[in-house]
């Protein structure tokens, strides 16, 4: 499979997600990660230390998809949460 064709099916898993913008919500788990592994003094690799769009690929897909199976997970055990 190629990037592109890889990227294509994250991309429709990731819109068909309860409504949520999944994209948004990796942005943010991104700063957030960064943040408090600055606060527990845990060093970051310097290549993520970045804003979400210039982290590499595979480490956007990676906050993209660990998002999207949140979402799921959460909608799915509503009521046991």
Request: glycine share 2%; charged share 35%.
């Amino acid at each position: 499979m190629t990037n592109i064709e890889e990227w294509d099916k994250i991309k429709k898993h990731i819109d068909d997600v309860k409504g949520i913008d999944v994209y948004n919500m990796a942005k943010e788990f991104h700063v957030i990660y960064e943040q408090e592994s600055m606060e527990e003094g845990w060093n970051t690799q310097k290549k993520c230390r970045v804003s979400f769009d210039k982290l590499p690929e595979k480490n956007k897909k990676v906050m993209l998809r660990t998002c999207a199976r949140m979402i799921e997970w959460i909608s799915n055990n509503q009521e046991d949460i």
